[in-house]
């Protein structure tokens, strides 16, 4: 059974950093690509950045880019987004989705799996 736990949210004021992780378990790992997503309260969910199955290849919104990393450890399981230069407008509920496949997409209908999601909330 695929069970992903995302940990690492909470409340920091603009400008500030967070880093978010994904714990996995119930499949192998480093045979998929991983994503994380968002979605703020009232709108629709919204990609934010995925990962290629050996953690070579990324790719990010065009919001992000720049201020946000994606990266994995396949030894341990484990899925990360370095989120620095926080905006209140990257306040959402993040989560973090379990790919069909082992290469990068931006499309949810590419992921099968979700967790449970974490607050980020940014103050001004």
């Known amino acids: 059974q695929v069970q992903l736990v995302e940990s690492g949210g909470g409340l920091v004021q603009a400008g500030d950093s967070l880093r978010l992780s994904c714990a996995a378990s119930?499949?192998?790992?480093?045979?998929?690509?991983m994503a994380w997503f968002r979605q703020a309260l009232g709108k629709e969910r919204e990609f934010v950045a995925t990962?290629?199955?050996?953690?070579?290849?990324?790719y990010y919104a065009d919001s992000v880019k720049g201020r946000f990393t994606i990266s994995r450890v396949n030894v341990k399981n484990t899925l990360y987004l370095e989120m620095n230069g926080l905006k209140p407008e990257d306040t959402a509920v993040y989560y973090c989705?379990?790919?069909?496949?082992?290469?990068?997409?931006?499309?949810?209908?590419?992921?099968?799996?979700w967790g449970q999601g974490t607050q980020v909330t940014v103050s001004s």
């Open positions: 989705a379990k790919g069909r496949r082992g290469l990068v997409a931006y499309d949810a209908r590419e992921y099968d799996s």
């Open positions: 119930g499949y192998t790992f480093s045979n998929y690509a």
């Open positions: 990962i290629n199955w050996g953690g070579a290849g990324t």
